[in-house]
């Protein structure tokens, strides 16, 4: 069965790090296409990251220079790194899997909650 | 980048049958996908590349895009529909980016 868990999230001041963990199982996440998708308190799903089975990696404009997206093939696991962060960064962050590269996301995490204040 | 318009709301009386549009420049050259999240829960893929249904999701449910707008239908409305759905594309004009529309609340009268 595939499985996706995020963790964590948290409470994290302005200006702050924090890396997400997106732990996979069923399936293999270094041969898939894997994105991270958020959700703002009350408001509709933005995308944010994508890293291809070739490695390449592409992020929205409102987090490129300030995200940085990876995986660890021993660990089966998707990353978030996030830096410089910033109120309008508060939101739930899922990981979602892109099973056919064609640019939907079939499998989806339950997500985690990162709250950006001081 | 690519924009894509949903209206904020829909309502649809039990029986009925709902059509939330989602508008985009051109859009029926693009590959549409809806999803459905209800309070608390994650998205749920309803409908991938316009108009297939993933395994489990009820025929009701199909989809359709030509021109400037793509639309999620669903036939014979129950209760358990009530939810919001986001139509999504992948830009790759000018990026690698995936695209969501700003979500469509669907009541059930």
């Known amino acids: 069965e595939v499985q996706l868990v995020e963790s964590g999230g948290g409470l994290i001041q302005p200006g702050g790090s924090l890396r997400l963990s997106c732990a996979a199982s069923?399936?293999?996440?270094?041969?898939?296409?894997m994105n991270w998708v958020r959700q703002a308190p009350g408001k509709g799903l933005e995308w944010v990251s994508v890293?291809?089975?070739?490695?390449?990696?592409y992020y929205a404009d409102s987090v490129k220079g300030r995200v940085t997206v990876s995986r660890d093939k021993s660990k089966n696991t998707l990353y978030l790194q996030m830096n410089s962060l910033r109120a309008e960064d508060t939101a739930v962050y899922y990981c979602?899997?892109?099973?056919?590269?064609?640019?939907?996301?079939?499998?989806w995490g339950q997500g985690t909650l990162v709250t950006v204040s001081s | 980048s690519y924009v894509l318009t949903q209206s904020p709301s829909v309502s649809v009386a039990p029986g009925k049958t709902a059509r939330i549009p989602c508008g985009g420049n051109?859009?029926?050259?693009?590959?549409v996908h809806w999803y459905q999240q209800k309070p608390g829960q994650a998205p749920v893929l309803v409908i991938y590349?316009?108009?297939d249904r993933p395994s489990g999701i009820p025929e009701r449910f199909s989809g359709s895009n030509s021109g400037n707008t793509a639309t999620l239908t669903i036939s014979r409305v129950e209760a358990g529909d009530e939810a919001d759905y986001y139509c999504?594309?992948?830009?790759?004009?000018?990026?690698?980016?995936?695209?969501f529309g700003g979500g469509t609340k669907l009541t059930v009268l």
């Open positions: 979602a899997r892109d099973t056919t590269a064609a640019g939907f996301f079939d499998n």
């Open positions: 069923g399936f293999t996440v270094s041969s898939n296409y």
């Open positions: 890293i291809y089975n070739s490695g390449n990696t």
């Open positions: 051109n859009i029926g050259s693009k590959g």
């Open positions: 590349n316009d108009s």
């Open positions: 999504q594309v992948w830009d790759t004009d000018t990026d690698h980016q995936g695209v």
